[in-house]
């Protein structure tokens, strides 16, 4: 256990130093944590709100961080380029990312062509019944994204490594809520870049 947790402190770590340097970023993190956390307080009664959420809110705040605003040059910091961090990324880097949004983004036409999904839904008409549908197929997007992953880590890196990556996954909202709830307020004193050699050890 004490070896998991450090596995996971190193993850982590390596996730922020790599990969969240800009405060918009950061900040974004901090709307998609909150966002997320009341996903997963609607899961157990609400799953389809729950998915709705994770994608609407959550996950189009946190990718849209990391296309958009994350410096994508020479990482001076870590001195490492972006090819190289893309390389090492445990999960899942920009070039997954945009496979796993580009599922999401056609899902709604499917529903659209398909109201039942070739049989998997009922055919329940209507706006509510159409998002209904919508949010749990992107549940189950999501929960197929973490699990397809960990097995491909266990192939590439190991069983522990993917199991260290789920639980990062699954518990990065509580961190990231913690970790950047000050992102907002250094970006509106102006600090665009976290000065992470200053504030942050090693």
Same mark, same amino acid.
């Given at each position: 256990?004490?070896?998991?947790? =450090?596995?996971l402190?190193v993850?982590?770590?390596?996730?922020?130093? &790599?990969?969240?340097?800009?405060?918009?970023? =950061?900040?974004?993190?901090?709307?998609?944590?909150?966002?997320?956390?009341?996903?997963?307080?609607?899961?157990?009664?609400?799953?389809a709100?729950?998915?709705?959420?994770?994608?609407?809110?959550s996950?189009?705040?946190?990718?849209?961080?990391? &296309?958009?605003?994350?410096?994508?040059?020479?990482? *001076?910091?870590?001195?490492?380029?972006?090819?190289?961090?893309?390389?090492?990324?445990?999960?899942?880097?920009?070039?997954?990312?945009?496979?796993?949004?580009?599922?999401?983004?056609?899902?709604?036409?499917?529903?659209?062509?398909?109201?039942?999904?070739?049989?998997v839904?009922?055919?329940?008409?209507?706006?509510?019944?159409?998002?209904?549908?919508?949010?749990?197929?992107?549940?189950?997007?999501?929960?197929?994204?973490?699990?397809?992953? *960990?097995?491909?880590?266990?192939?590439?890196?190991?069983? =522990?490594?993917?199991?260290?990556?789920?639980?990062?996954?699954?518990?990065?909202?509580?961190?990231?809520?913690?970790?950047?709830?000050?992102?907002?307020?250094y970006?509106? =004193?102006?600090?665009?870049?976290?000065?992470?050699?200053? *504030?942050?050890?090693?």
């Amino acid at each position: 256990m004490k070896e998991f947790l =450090q596995a996971l402190r190193v993850q982590r770590w390596d996730d922020h130093r &790599f990969y969240h340097h800009s405060r918009i970023n =950061q900040s974004l993190h901090f709307i998609s944590a909150a966002s997320f956390l009341c996903a997963y307080a609607l899961l157990p009664f609400h799953p389809a709100a729950s998915g709705l959420i994770g994608w609407l809110v959550s996950m189009t705040t946190r990718q849209s961080g990391h &296309f958009f605003f994350e410096p994508k040059g020479y990482d *001076t910091f870590n001195d490492v380029t972006h090819e190289y961090k893309e390389e090492v990324k445990v999960g899942y880097n920009l070039k997954r990312k945009v496979v796993l949004l580009a599922i999401w983004a056609i899902s709604p036409v499917m529903l659209l062509i398909s109201p039942t999904l070739f049989g998997v839904f009922d055919d329940v008409s209507g706006l509510a019944g159409y998002a209904h549908k919508l949010g749990l197929m992107w549940l189950a997007l999501g929960i197929g994204g973490i699990v397809f992953r *960990t097995i491909h880590l266990f192939f590439l890196r190991g069983v =522990q490594t993917g199991l260290v990556w789920a639980v990062k996954i699954i518990t990065d909202p509580f961190h990231d809520l913690k970790l950047y709830c000050k992102a907002p307020i250094y970006l509106l =004193q102006g600090q665009l870049i976290d000065p992470m050699g200053q *504030t942050h050890g090693s």
